[in-house]
């Protein structure tokens, strides 16, 4: 077994008076990539808010390298835990360049506010997202996936060894998720950073992810590696959709073939 | 890199980082702010020679108009630049921290609030303990209003948009209040108060400005000190929740700094609308990556717009001065209703 990240200890989430998750634990591992799936509205979502602290939990506490975030002072949470929620909206009119600076905040104060240390890490976060030459543009003249690169650029300027993301890849066109997935193996891989995110697409989960874990019925149903968890049992009960499961020819990972109508070419 | 300025000391105890093309912007601005003094200064009923004026600044000789130009003119122009600063600066953080560009102390009702406040004790007060304590009663007035309107936020069926609807809801709650009241009390007294109401600079006394001027700029530069929780507010709940901002504190704090200036404001002056919904549409066009820059811009525009105002009211309709009021209003609504029509995607 390898070494704990986060370990998430009888959480109990609930908006009101409807429970979404109730008395969940679970342990993500250091430096990998952990990819959270289940149905729509099964609180997946709702779990990295509370991992990064953005919802206080009803019961149960978040451990981060073992110390409790809810115990921590925000902007230290902020130096070592980054999460991008899903479609972030910027300013009018500001440009990829101040969006990326805004990473910094933790770390400025009052007078010390573009130190020589501030601008490596922006450069790094711009270069390593391919962003320098549009860091002049308007955010909303961008692309897609360039806007997405540039919010991922921000938590990189955060310079945190781990990174959260609430579907970074919806609304995206299929060249620009690889794109972005691509862009998160590499920070994983070559950074060393842990990355925790939820993914619709299950083939594309099963491809980068590392670890899966699948919530239903406000809890973890199942977790491991894509190549053992995924099975038309497991499947059918996390979204309950009959399918076959086949395999990736050139990656060996597993692919989930859904049952149900459509047109049969003989 | 050729489009900015990076300060920085030799420890790194002080470092920014400035846009060139925003601070040229904005030093334009603040010389455009110097012209319109200027003009407000020179020309009036009868012209005051700009070496007159440059005398009596400066002190170097007595000059003929003294008074026109120091118990008139200047302490006209110097509330005006007040007035219209404090409206803008406060209708930059109203509709920052409800992210509606529709809301503005006086659309949601603050301006009201405030008014009921300096009413109450014009009519029953002010006899009592002095007309020098109208401002107090404003900004208190000012506070409660922020306060009710941000306890309504605190619903989660309140979005951002309904309180801008609560707001016009309770402005017209106050206004009529204010009519309640002056229909209600002695004549002489309720005069007083629609005179105030009104929103004219003509007679503002030296201690008015002196004491409003200097508020004014302890306010600003304790606002300027966490200008950068304003900027990061922008982004969103989630992004400055995870990157360390307390919500909850810096909405209060930054709606208490917004009805002080409000309440400054309408302690000069009342009936000056718009304001604050019209200066931050124009000066985020101007500054737009630099958030000091921003309030400066936004302060310096606004003031500019009121003393325009002013001088038209005061030039225009000889021998009658016309409130400036009346102009700010007279652009302000129709571009309120543009706005309306505009943004009809995201009410």
Not at chain 2, 97 to 106: F, G, K, Q, V, Y
Not at chain 2, 114 to 134: C, E, N, R
Not at chain 2, 304 to 315: C, K, N
């Amino acid at each position: 077994m390898c070494e704990i990240k986060i370990n998430v200890k009888d959480i109990t989430l609930s908006y009101g008076d409807s429970t979404v998750i109730d008395s969940l634990n679970l342990a993500i591992p250091k430096g990998k990539i952990t990819v959270f799936i289940g149905r729509n509205g099964c609180g997946k979502s709702t779990l990295l808010h509370a991992i990064a602290r953005l919802l206080k939990p009803q019961t149960g506490s978040v451990f981060l390298d073992d110390r409790n975030i809810l115990k921590m002072k925000s902007k230290e949470v902020a130096k070592k835990l980054a999460i991008l929620p899903q479609s972030p909206i910027a300013p009018e009119g500001v440009t990829v360049e101040q969006l990326v600076k805004q990473g910094r905040y933790p770390y400025q104060s009052t007078f010390k506010q573009w130190t020589m240390e501030y601008e490596t890490a922006l450069n790094h976060a711009l270069t390593v997202t391919n962003m320098t030459e549009l860091k002049d543009r308007n955010v909303y003249e961008l692309s897609g996936g360039q806007r997405q690169r540039a919010w991922i650029a921000l938590n990189l300027a955060q310079n945190t060894d781990t990174i959260l993301l609430d579907e970074p890849t919806t609304y995206l066109d299929l060249t620009h998720q690889i794109e972005i997935l691509d862009l998160l193996y590499d920070l994983n891989r070559e950074e060393n950073r842990t990355i925790v995110m939820v993914l619709h697409d299950i083939n594309l989960a099963c491809r980068y992810a590392d670890h899966l874990v699948a919530i239903k019925n406000q809890k973890v149903y199942c977790q491991g590696a894509p190549e053992k968890m995924i099975t038309r049992e497991n499947i059918e009960h996390i979204y309950g959709l009959k399918c076959r499961i086949g395999v990736d020819s050139q990656f060996g990972t597993p692919i989930c073939f859904p049952d149900g109508k459509g047109r049969k070419i003989n | 890199m050729a489009n900015r300025w990076i300060i920085r000391s030799e420890n790194e105890k002080l470092s920014f980082f400035m846009i060139k093309k925003e601070v040229y912007k904005t030093i334009a601005v603040l010389v455009s702010l110097l012209l319109v003094v200027l003009l407000g200064l020179i020309v009036g009923i009868d012209m005051i020679p700009i070496h007159d004026v440059i005398n009596y600044l400066f002190n170097l000789a007595p000059i003929e108009n003294d008074f026109a130009l120091g118990e008139l003119r200047l302490p006209r122009v110097l509330s005006g630049m007040v007035v219209g600063a404090s409206l803008a600066v406060a209708g930059l953080i109203v509709q920052g921290i409800i992210r509606n560009p529709l809301a503005s102390p006086d659309v949601i009702g603050v301006t009201s609030g405030a008014s009921v406040a300096a009413v109450l004790f014009l009519t029953y007060l002010s006899d009592s303990m002095g007309v020098q304590w109208t401002p107090v009663f404003a900004v208190i007035g000012a506070i409660i209003t922020f306060f009710i309107i941000y306890l309504f936020s605190l619903h989660p069926s309140i979005t951002a948009n309904r309180i801008v609807l609560i707001g016009i809801g309770l402005a017209s709650l106050a206004n009529a209040l204010i009519m309640y009241i002056l229909v209600m009390s002695a004549s002489f007294s309720s005069e007083r108060a629609y005179l105030w109401l009104i929103g004219s600079l003509y007679g503002v006394s030296w201690l008015e400005t002196i004491s409003s001027f200097v508020s004014f700029i302890v306010l600003f530069i304790i606002i300027m000190w966490s200008k950068r929780k304003f900027e990061l507010y922008s982004y969103g709940d989630a992004v400055a929740m995870q990157l360390g901002l307390n919500l909850k504190r810096f909405r209060i704090l930054f709606l208490f700094f917004s009805s002080l200036l409000c309440g400054l404001s309408v302690a000069v002056a009342v009936g000056i609308g718009f304001i604050g919904l019209l200066t931050p549409h124009i000066s985020r066009r101007i500054v737009r990556n630099h958030t000091s820059l921003l309030f400066i811009t936004t302060a310096g525009i606004g003031a500019i717009l009121v003393l325009l105002a002013d001088w038209i009211a005061r030039i225009a309709f000889q021998p009658l001065d016309i409130p400036a009021g009346v102009f700010t209003s007279g652009i302000g609504a129709p571009f309120f209703i543009y706005l309306l029509i505009k943004k009809r995607n995201s009410l």
